[in-house]
């Protein structure tokens, strides 16, 4: 079609720029697409079937598992597990990793960490979700996969990406050589090019946070926020705050319009609530690729070594500017 290119076409055609498995990469981002327009189906109608609600069980994080979260979670895992390029699967609604056995997967030289549905509190009131992915390179040599395939730093990732249901849908990707979003056009049914080399502005006049959780933020966090409340005309202060509760949908509005998204540790969850391997790794990977930035208020997401699954961890990204100088309050107080 003259004038627009669909998401198979570009990763074929940017499939030179990939160090190595040029195809079965490419491949693999294929079926993730293919998983997400059928997800999307379901997520718009999700007020006219019966699919909204909860399915009565607790997943592995303590959390009440929605309908939605389950259909996501199987339709990315059979997309996986039928393209044949990934030999394992870690997802936030399995306890353990899932591993592919069949006789072409279980070679495969990919494996795939997945928040099927993000921000699924949300599901119910038709606000925007997401779905994250994490590819890596495995790191055994063969045969079935094992848990070090998974517990790699987020910067030995191939690829990385998100799918935000939501006024539009939209996929963004990246192998480490920027980043593309892709908006799906329901007409022809394909993600089409919409947002080539996406870069996150240096400031911007957001800050994202559940503020109501501010009496069990560390001292640090506090300080910042009262700082983004100060006026102060030549830093565009203060700033608005937005917070969806959709990590996606805020991170993703931050990327376009520029702004901060903080999960701090707090007196419940001193590690923070975020996971590391499904959530904070792949949308580490996609804003540094943006020219933003992302850490724990102290040290770089990506450098951080995995040691479980489900591993958690505070996070402070967006916009360049805006996450150095939370981080300057982190530093003020570093134990509190
Ligand atoms: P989920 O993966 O179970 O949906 O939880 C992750 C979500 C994020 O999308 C969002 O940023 C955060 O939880 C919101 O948490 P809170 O309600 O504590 O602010
Ligand atoms: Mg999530």
């Known amino acids: 079609m003259i004038g627009i290119e669909t998401l198979d076409e570009f990763v074929i055609r940017k499939q030179d720029e990939l160090p190595y498995a040029k195809g079965e990469l490419s491949r693999l981002l294929r079926d993730i697409g293919l998983a997400a327009k059928i997800v999307n189906r379901e997520v718009n109608k999700a007020g006219l079937v019966d699919i909204l609600g909860t399915t009565g069980a607790i997943n592995v994080q303590g ?26 699967i870690a997802s936030e609604e399995n ?44 790191a055994s040599s063969g045969g079935t996969c094992i848990l070090e395939d998974f517990l790699q730093k987020g910067s030995q990732q191939a690829a990385a990406g998100y799918i935000v249901y939501g006024s539009s849908t939209m996929l963004v990707y990246t192998t480490g050589h920027g980043v593309n979003g892709f908006t799906l ?41 009262r700082y983004c409340k100060q006026e102060d005309k030549t830093t565009n202060r203060p700033y608005s705050l937005r917070y969806i509760g959709s990590m996606v949908a805020d991170i993703h509005r931050n990327l376009i319009s520029g702004g901060i998204f903080i999960y701090p540790a707090t007196k419940d969850a ?61 530093s003020d107080y570093p134990s509190a």
């Open 63 to 88: 959390e009440e598992v929605k309908k939605l979260d389950v259909y996501a979670n199987k339709r990315f895992i059979a997309a996986l597990k039928l393209g044949g390029e990934c030999c394992g």
């Open 95 to 138: 306890k353990d990793f899932i591993v592919i056995h069949d006789e072409i997967s279980k070679n495969a030289r990919y494996v795939v960490a997945l928040d099927p549905l993000d921000g699924s509190s949300n599901i119910d009131v038709n606000v925007s979700v997401g779905t994250i992915f994490s590819i890596y390179r495995r």
């Open 185 to 225: 056009d329901p007409s022809i049914g394909e993600f089409c090019l919409s947002h080539p080399n996406m870069q996150i502005p240096k400031a911007g006049k957001i800050y994202s946070i559940n503020q109501g959780n501010f009496i069990s933020f560390p001292e640090g966090v506090k300080e910042y926020i």
């Open 270 to 330: 001193p590690r923070g609530k975020l996971r590391l391997l499904y959530e904070c790794n792949p949308m580490s990977f996609i804003v540094e690729q943006a020219g933003g930035r992302a850490t724990d208020g102290f040290k770089r997401i990506l450098d951080i070594e995995p040691k479980e699954l489900h591993q958690r961890t505070p996070i402070f990204i967006g916009s360049e500017e805006m996450v150095l100088k939370a981080e300057e309050f982190m």
